[in-house]
């Protein structure tokens, strides 16, 4: 999942903002207690979605794929003052956890737990959005492009997660490798869209940065 030395990502935690004590909970009890925590943004990526909506300080964020939370405090960290998120996940399992620990951040008047399809809640928000960031179902990122695009901010910021997919996407995808094959088409796709400029950082799993022109 990591495409930087174990060394240098080591070093570079070192010298960032340390995870918050309720952070290093949420990690410490995904890691005990739920399947796949590899999901989980984790320290480094976590201070980078912070930072990232701090330089933004977006007064709406939309995040597709909450898992247990922890990169929705990340980025709730930037909202602009009376700002608010709105995070969207199928898993019903998880709201609960999910919710406890925006309580114990202090962010449980800021982020609004949705608990359904991404692709059937999309639809039925009236928003405009600063920041979203989607990490959801790798087989639908075109789709959840497709349907925030419009009711993206000029000058606002689209980040997909996971773009590089452990290298994957680099590789001849294998038959029936729905996800390499979607994350293949979703880069492709953004990367020609004359509506966004692009940047792919190659941090952690790789995130693709968009800006709406
Ligand atoms: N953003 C989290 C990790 C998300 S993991 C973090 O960085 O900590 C991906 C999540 O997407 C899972 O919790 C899964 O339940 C959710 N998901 C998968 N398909 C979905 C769909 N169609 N709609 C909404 N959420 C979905
Ligand atoms: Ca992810």
Redesign the pocket.
């Known amino acids: 999942m990591d495409f930087i030395a174990q060394n240098i990502i080591d070093y570079a935690e070192g010298y960032s903002q340390a995870e918050s004590s309720v952070l290093k909970e949420l990690n410490r009890e995904t890691n005990a207690k739920v399947l796949q925590p590899r999901?989980?943004?984790g320290h480094l990526q976590g201070r980078v979605l912070s930072m990232f909506s701090k330089m933004i300080s977006p007064k709406n964020i939309l995040?597709?794929?909450?898992?247990?939370?922890?990169?929705?405090i990340c980025l709730a960290e930037g909202l602009a003052a009376n700002g608010q998120l709105y995070t969207?996940?199928?898993?019903e399992e998880?709201a609960e956890m999910a919710n406890s620990y925006f309580k114990k951040a202090g962010f449980d008047t800021k982020i609004t737990h949705l608990v359904?399809?991404?692709?059937e809640i999309i639809p039925t928000l009236d928003q405009q959005w600063d920041l979203v960031?989607i990490?959801?179902?790798k087989a639908?990122y075109c789709n959840y492009f497709d349907a925030t695009i419009d009711r993206l901010n000029k000058g606002g910021f689209i980040i997909a997660?996971n773009v590089l997919w452990s290298g994957k996407v680099l590789e001849k995808i294998k038959s029936g490798d729905k996800d390499t094959a979607a994350l293949v088409e979703f880069n492709d796709k953004v990367h020609n869209d004359n509506r966004v400029e692009n940047l792919l950082l190659p941090i952690r799993d790789g995130l693709m940065i968009l800006r709406k022109l």
Not at 88 to 91: E, K, L
Not at 116 to 119: F, I, R, S, V, Y
């Open positions: 999901m989980l943004s995040e597709i794929g909450t898992y247990t939370g922890y990169s929705a969207i996940d199928i898993n998880l359904g399809d991404a692709l960031f990490d959801a179902d639908n997660d």
